[in-house]
C-alpha cells in the first residue's frame, strides 16, 4: 500500500516542474544595465581664430583676346596650336580666298567702266567748252556738258572705292596675330565655315598679369579696389603680393559671386592658366577671438547640429544645440549655444543617449620605474654580471 501511494504522487510532482519551468520560460529578461562609456572632453573658451577666407583663383593675361576673321568663309588652314608663342604679324590662319578675289576682280572691272565713261565725258566737256567759245552753243548746253562729266567722275570714285573696299576684303582672309604672347585657346577646325567675327584662335597677349577669382556677397565688402591680396601657387611655393585693380559691378548671373581681378608684378613666374590661392588682406582674422569646436564633437539631429554637454554633478551627458558660423581649418566656429566654462564631448558622441553615465577617458601612462630598477639600468647591474661572470666560468669545471 505504501508503494501505490507514493506511485500516486508522481504525476502531481511532474505537472508542478512543467508549471514551474512553463513560468520561468514565460518570463521577461532581466534588461542588462546600460555601460559606462569613456568619453573625452574639452572645456568650451574663446580661441583666436588662425584661418582666414582664401580663394581659388587662375592666373590670366591683362589683355586676352579671341581673333576671328572679318569676313566669312571656309577654313583652309590653322597654323598653330594651343600652348604656341607667336609673334606679332604671324599668320595664323587663313580662308578660303577665291571668292574675295573674284569680288575684288569684278570691283577692278567696274573701276575700268567708270573711268571710262568719266573720259568720255571729259572729252565731250572739253569740245563743248571750245564751241561756247565760238558761241555756237548756248550755256546752258555747255552746263549739261559739265553735269555729266561731275556724274561720271563721282561713278569713278564710287567704284575706286569699292575697289579699295574689296582688296581689304581679301586681305582679311589671312588671320595674324596682334602682338607676341601665347595661344590659349583654338575655337575653329580646318574645313569650317566660319561667319565674320566668330573667334578662331584666343592669345594671351604678353605683358601684366592678373589673378581672378570670384567673392560671396557677404565678404565683398572687405575687397577694395588698391587692396593687398596675398597669391601663392598651389605647385610652386612662391608668394606674391597682388594689388585688386578690378570688382565687378554685378554679381555673376549663374554662379551670383563677384569676379575680383588682381594685378601681379612684374617679377612674378606663375605661368598663365596656374591655380593660385588668394588670402585678401581685408578678409583676415588673426586678430578676433571665437569659439571653436572639433568637428569630431558634432552631431546631427534631424535638421539641428547638437554637442553632448557633460555635467560633472551626475556624470551624464545631455543634447545642447548649436548654431555654426563657419570654418577656421580642421575646426568649426561656434555661433550661439555654448558659453566658455562648458564641457563639451569630443570624441564618442555616436554612442551615447541623453542621461547616460559616463567617465571621463584618462589614457594609460606606465608606471614609472623605482629608483632600485633605474640604478640597475645606469650601471649597477652592468656591474654585477661583469663581476659574476668570471665565478661561473671558475666553477664550470669543477662541475
Avoid at 607667336?86 to 576682280?105: E, F
Avoid at 589671312?174 to 583654338?186: E, F, K, Q, R
Wanted: aromatic share 4%.
Amino acid at each position: 500500500m505504501p508503494l501505490q501511494a507514493s506511485t500516486t504522487r508522481w504525476p502531481g510532482l511532474s505537472l508542478t516542474i512543467a508549471l514551474g519551468l512553463l513560468l520561468v520560460a514565460c518570463s521577461k529578461p532581466a534588461v542588462p544595465e546600460e555601460p559606462v562609456r569613456a568619453v573625452k572632453v574639452m572645456t568650451v573658451g574663446a580661441q583666436p581664430l588662425v584661418a582666414g577666407l582664401d580663394y581659388a583663383g587662375e592666373v590670366r593675361a591683362r589683355v586676352e583676346s579671341r581673333l576671328g576673321f572679318r569676313v566669312g568663309g571656309k577654313l583652309i588652314s590653322r597654323n598653330v596650336e594651343p600652348g604656341q608663342r607667336v609673334k606679332a604679324g604671324q599668320v595664323l590662319a587663313q580662308l578660303d580666298p577665291q571668292d574675295l578675289k573674284l569680288a575684288a576682280d569684278a570691283a577692278r572691272a567696274q573701276v575700268s567702266a567708270a573711268r571710262t565713261n568719266r573720259d568720255l565725258a571729259a572729252a565731250d566737256f572739253k569740245r563743248y567748252q571750245s564751241l561756247k567759245e565760238q558761241n555756237f552753243i548756248s550755256a546752258a548746253e555747255l552746263e549739261r556738258r559739265d553735269t555729266s562729266l561731275k556724274a561720271a567722275q563721282a561713278q569713278l570714285d564710287t567704284a575706286q572705292a569699292q575697289l579699295s573696299a574689296q582688296a581689304n576684303q581679301a586681305a582679311y582672309a589671312t588671320l595674324v596675330a596682334d602682338g607676341p604672347g601665347v595661344v590659349t585657346a583654338v575655337q575653329a577646325e580646318v574645313g569650317q565655315v566660319v561667319a565674320a567675327g566668330t573667334p578662331v584662335v584666343q592669345l594671351a597677349q604678353d605683358g601684366a598679369r592678373d589673378v581672378v577669382f570670384a567673392v560671396p556677397e557677404d565678404t565683398l565688402g572687405g575687397i577694395q579696389v588698391g587692396a593687398s591680396v596675398a597669391v601663392r601657387g598651389w605647385v610652386a611655393s612662391s608668394s606674391h603680393n597682388a594689388k585688386i585693380r578690378e570688382v565687378a559691378a554685378s554679381a555673376d548671373p549663374v554662379t551670383r559671386t563677384f569676379t575680383v581681378k588682381a594685378s601681379l608684378p612684374a617679377t612674378s613666374d606663375l605661368a598663365l592658366g596656374s591655380t593660385v590661392s588668394v588670402l585678401p588682406a581685408g578678409l583676415q582674422r588673426s586678430n578676433q577671438q571665437a569659439i571653436k569646436l572639433p568637428t569630431t564633437a558634432l552631431r546631427q539631429e534631424g535638421q539641428a547640429t547638437v554637442v553632448w554637454l557633460l555635467d560633472t554633478g551626475t556624470m551624464t551627458v545631455r543634447w545642447q544645440p548649436i548654431q555654426i558660423a563657419t570654418a577656421d581649418g580642421n575646426e568649426v566656429v561656434v555661433a550661439s549655444g555654448l558659453s566658455p566654462g562648458m564641457l563639451v564631448v569630443t570624441a564618442g558622441v555616436h554612442v551615447l543617449t541623453p542621461g547616460q553615465k559616463v567617465t571621463i577617458y584618462k589614457p594609460n601612462v606606465p608606471q614609472a620605474l623605482t629608483s632600485q630598477a633605474q640604478t640597475a639600468i645606469n650601471g649597477v647591474a652592468p656591474q654585477a654580471l661583469i663581476g659574476a661572470a668570471p665565478a661561473a666560468a671558475v666553477s664550470a669545471p669543477a662541475q
